[in-house]
């Protein structure tokens, strides 16, 4: 299971910086959705990080099918996390509250 990367080159920088592979650059509305697309095609990424302000910029369909996918996890960085809690998704993910 590998982890991708979508955002604006800024939020994406450091996340390369850390050595993950997949990081795609995405500026505009369109790339984004185009990028989040390709990254649901690609059956070797377990987890998906966002910036929590792009899943407001996803067009709503694609955003649904993001806050529901168990792979990849979706995880929204920073500000409002875009639907479920961390926790939520992790329960979802793995079947078990790690947190009890």
Do not use: H
Not at 15 to 32: M, N, P
Request: hydrophobic fraction near 40%.
């Amino acid at each position: 299971m590998e982890i991708a990367v979508i955002g604006e080159s800024s939020f994406v920088l450091g996340f390369r910086l850390a050595g993950i592979q997949k990081t795609y650059v995405a500026e505009s509305d369109e790339k984004l959705a185009e990028e989040v697309n390709r990254v649901l095609a690609d059956s070797e990424v377990g987890i998906l990080v966002l910036k929590g302000s792009d899943m407001d910029r996803i067009p709503r369909r694609l955003r649904t099918i993001l806050e529901d996918s168990v792979k990849p996890t979706v995880i929204a960085i920073g500000g409002d996390e875009g639907g479920e809690s961390l926790r939520e998704r992790i329960k979802r993910s793995v079947g078990v509250d790690l947190w009890k």
